[in-house]
């Protein structure tokens, strides 16, 4: 099968060719779209979320705004709105207030290279993995000014916390991303699902496949900030962290940034290891592989998103945290090691051509 | 409390002192009043080293409400009504501890109806405590799940609380003399049936939040206590047997019908948080071991044994009960001048000298783990300041 990569970039470089405006009015339409996109995206996931939490401990939910409660995140961002933004005295004020953007910046920056569907990403950098890895390292930025600027020290050891936390998981990250890009020979996520046209790498790549997923999830996981790695937050050690003092609309940022940053780690990871968009082929059952694209690849997409984004929620609620040692022990004596040699025996692979479907 | 400011500040200054430009700088935090585990309004000031503890100071009196001071202006019926609120876990127990000296006084002998329902009450009481404890222990580590799980266990003694008593919290059914009612007639067979919903459902705790490794890597070998130590402090209860001392006023001094049934006393081998939650979750088998026994083996017989409506007067002289709380020894002494009034009472109550342990134990351990051995101690504030 054909797949034909469209995306919004595409079309305002070739408006770009006729006039500013028409390009100017593409650029517009993907930034709208992202921040559409964006808005709505919180709000489902921050209802599944509770919904999830809910079933997980043997109650409800929310229930009572609208048919089983599907309105209680909009009336929650209402709240939000219309609630007083209190900046704390002695504070960093120009620092406080910009903290939260930069968080929710660096997620908003990531939405533009995800590959949703054939026809519809908004950018398809050909630096893809490197932009992705790049831009998701600013939100540790926000993290760190909200908790500095705050003039709390409980904010302040929530964002040394989450500064330690999030720049050495994101070394295995990138570990782990590194032996996608190898097998698939691109750093651009078209290219990459592209090349899972015979099968997706976590399962075409042996064990290294697995174990890079594994890998990569963990550490996103905690670059995160989520339950069983979230320190920086730690409710019932630091009160609530590095946003301790933020409240209203400011507050709402960082909470927003928190849950995209879910969708987009599970997007990522969709997309490096379970083929993004493509839909299950096994190389050489044309069969089977006509029966399985009878599904859209945007359906493809969204279902193993949602599936990885229910596994993050099912962590949360089931785990306790980790301690501040422990968390440094399992990233540099466990995932790091690991990762190098997952990284070493994928080179080889490449290299020799051990992988399925070759 | 003042002198504990006081030195508080001289140490500030003090540390200040010995700043160099290469060592790191210790800070001062206040854990609490308001904060999330400190399960009420405890306040511990923690000298941090980064992450590090390196002191923590107890500072208490945020929920003192003169409760003993109170007890002098009533009668002996009236005070029973106070007891539940020093530590609400254990509503029935503080009852029975108050009804005891009392009967121990006015040398009451109780029939065997009483003390059988007085000791599955008890029982029941330590189950239900001990399972809010599992779920905010749980919750303490991050974990948020188990904390509703049990809630809605404990939800199920509190209905057949409230079924007898009327309250679901504080209650107030252990009377001087005996029980305020009778049981209700639903009695037996509610606490049977979640004697028979109970077991796998501790199976499932277990499974959830014991069995977890990132649990087992923050509590085992954490915060350790040995024998001498939470001697010398005075700890008892879960606190105390954790550390490995068989101490159990059920067994020790058996009030009710303790030396009539059969039970263990599970003993911790090191003192660490692991010790202290394994303790609980054995309390909790052994609670269900006697209430299993008795529950129907409650004979015939009368309720109440003194007139109630009369004010009860004690004669002149000194008079100690104690009981084992599901947090260790409830002591109630009592100094009697001959009128329906207490010249004084005194309450010893378990969290006040457990609390101190956190002291012994916490320093060079992580803010995390300071939490966790919070939480496992047990405390409840309104107990530690009357």
């Known amino acids: 099968m054909n797949w034909e990569i469209k995306t919004v970039a595409m079309f305002a470089s070739e408006a770009l060719r006729e006039g500013y405006l028409g390009a100017a009015g593409y650029i517009i339409l993907g930034v709208v779209a992202i921040a559409g996109f964006l808005a709505v995206l919180g709000m489902v996931l921050i209802y599944a979320e509770r919904k999830v939490a809910g079933h997980f401990q043997c109650r409800l939910g929310p229930m009572r705004v609208g048919w089983h409660g599907v309105l209680q995140t909009v009336a929650d961002t209402i709240k939000l709105f219309l609630k007083e933004d209190i900046v704390p005295f002695q504070a960093d004020k120009v620092l406080h207030i910009l903290a939260p953007l930069f968080t929710l910046l660096g997620t908003l920056l990531v939405l533009a290279v995800v590959p949703f569907s054939p026809g519809m990403q908004v950018a398809d950098v050909n630096i893809g993995v490197v932009y992705v890895t790049a831009v998701g390292g600013f939100g540790v930025l926000g993290i760190l000014l909200g908790g500095w600027s705050s003039n709390n020290k409980w904010s302040l050891v929530g964002a040394m916390r989450a500064g330690a936390q999030i720049i050495s998981y994101e070394v295995s990250a990138t570990l782990a991303l590194l032996v996608v890009v190898l097998f698939s020979g691109s750093l651009k996520l078209s290219d990459i699902i592209l090349s899972q046209e015979q099968g997706w790498w976590i399962w075409r790549a042996p064990v290294v496949g697995l174990v890079g997923f594994v890998i990569f999830f963990i550490a996103s996981t905690a670059e995160i900030n989520r339950t069983p790695f979230d320190l920086p937050e730690g409710e019932s050690e630091l009160t609530a962290g590095f946003h301790t003092e933020y409240s209203g609309m400011r507050f709402a940022f960082f909470f927003l940034a928190e849950f995209i940053n879910m969708f987009i780690i599970s997007a990522i990871a969709a997309t490096l290891y379970l083929g993004g968009w493509m839909p299950f082929h096994i190389g050489g059952l044309d069969g089977f592989n006509a029966v399985m694209d009878l599904l859209p690849p945007g359906a493809w997409f969204a279902g193993k998103t949602s599936f990885l984004i229910f596994v993050l929620m099912w962590f949360r609620w089931t785990f306790p945290r980790l301690r501040v040692d422990q968390l440094m022990r399992l990233e540099w004596k466990i995932l790091l090691p690991i990762g190098f040699v997952n990284l070493i025996a994928a080179a080889f692979m490449v290299m020799f051509g051990w992988y399925y479907g070759n | ?386």
């Not at chain 2, 200054?13 to 290469?22: F, G, I, T, V």
């Not at chain 2, 749980?138 to 809630?151: E, S, V």
């Not at chain 2, 069995?211 to 890597?217: D, H, K």
Request: glycine share 8%.
């Open chain 2, 1 to 386: 409390m003042s002198v504990i400011v006081s030195s508080l500040e001289q140490r500030i200054r003090a540390d200040n002192l010995k700043e160099s430009p290469l060592s790191t700088q210790e800070y001062f935090v206040n854990m609490g009043p308001q904060h999330p585990s400190t399960h009420g309004v405890l306040r511990m000031v923690v000298k941090l080293d980064g992450e590090t503890v390196r002191e923590v100071i107890p500072v208490l009196g945020y929920i003192h409400r003169g409760i003993e001071k109170m007890g002098e202006s009533f009668g002996y019926r009236q005070f029973v009504h106070m007891t539940d609120r020093i530590d609400y876990l254990s509503a029935l127990i503080n009852n029975w501890a108050v009804s005891m000296t009392v009967e121990k006084a006015a040398k009451i002998e109780l029939n065997d109806r009483i003390q059988i329902i007085r000791t599955i009450m008890a029982e029941l009481q330590r189950i239900q405590s001990h399972q809010l404890w599992w779920g905010v222990f749980g919750m303490d580590m991050g974990a948020f799940t188990p904390f509703l799980y049990g809630f809605r266990d404990r939800e199920i003694i509190t209905d057949i609380f409230e079924e007898t008593i009327g309250a679901r919290l504080t209650m107030n059914y252990i009377q001087p003399g005996g029980l305020m009612f009778d049981i209700h007639p639903n009695f037996q067979k509610r606490v049977k049936d979640f004697l028979k919903y109970f077991k796998p459902k501790l199976e499932e705790y277990e499974t959830l939040l014991s069995g977890n490794v990132i649990l087992q890597e923050r509590v085992r070998n954490v915060g350790i206590m040995d024998a001498k130590t939470a001697i010398s402090i005075g700890a008892t209860g879960p606190v105390l047997r954790a550390s490995g001392v068989k101490h159990d006023l059920r067994k020790l001094d058996p009030y009710g019908v303790y030396d009539k049934v059969d039970f263990d006393v599970p003993v911790g081998r090191i003192g660490d948080c692991w010790d202290r939650y394994w303790v609980r979750i054995e309390e909790i088998k052994q609670s269900m071991r006697i209430v299993e026994q008795l529950i129907d083996n409650i004979p015939e017989g009368k309720t109440m044994l003194m007139k109630p409506a009369v004010k009860i007067k004690l004669p002149e002289g000194t008079y100690y009960s104690q009981v084992e709380t599901p947090r260790g020894v409830l002591g109630v002494f009592v100094v009697s001048d001959g009128k329906d009034k207490p010249y004084r009472i005194h309450l010893r109550t378990p969290n006040f000298n457990n609390i101190w342990s956190i002291t012994e134990m916490s320093s060079n351990w992580r803010l995390g783990d300071l939490v966790a051995m919070l939480s496992s101690l047990d405390v409840v504030v309104p107990d530690i300041d009357r």
